[in-house]
């Protein structure tokens, strides 16, 4: 299992508008994809005084299936414009883990 680990930063004025966002546009649009090998995506957030973090984790059977996600440029962040308006920062790119452990 591949995960993909993503963060990005927001206003703590625009933090309950992004995660919006994902809840009600972005994730439902992932999974309407039917992407093979594609898992499941969680979303974590940490409130702090002057940003709020978002970190999202997706699961993956494979590169291949990131690819499908991401295209062949798959370590580029996907970020559609109307979330990038809800920015201060991001990373531009997505770091790829090998999961070795995974225990329920």
Same mark, same amino acid.
Do not use: H, K, Q, V
């Given at each position: 299992m591949i995960l993909r680990v993503w963060r990005g930063w927001?206003?703590?004025d625009?933090?309950?508008a992004y995660e919006a966002f994902l809840r009600d546009e972005?994730?439902?649009h992932i999974y309407a994809q039917s992407i093979? *090998?594609?898992h499941g995506i969680r979303?974590?957030?940490l409130d702090g005084p002057d940003e709020v973090e978002f970190m999202t984790i997706m699961r993956f059977d494979s590169i291949e299936a990131i690819k499908a996600f991401a *295209? #062949?440029?798959y #370590? #580029?962040?996907v970020i559609l414009p109307k979330a990038h308006a809800l920015f201060t920062r991001f990373e531009e790119r997505a770091r790829h883990y090998e999961e070795r452990?995974? #225990?329920a």
């Open positions: 927001t206003a703590p625009n933090a309950d972005m994730f439902p093979a *090998g594609f979303l974590l957030r *295209g #062949e440029r #370590e #580029e962040a452990i995974s #225990e």
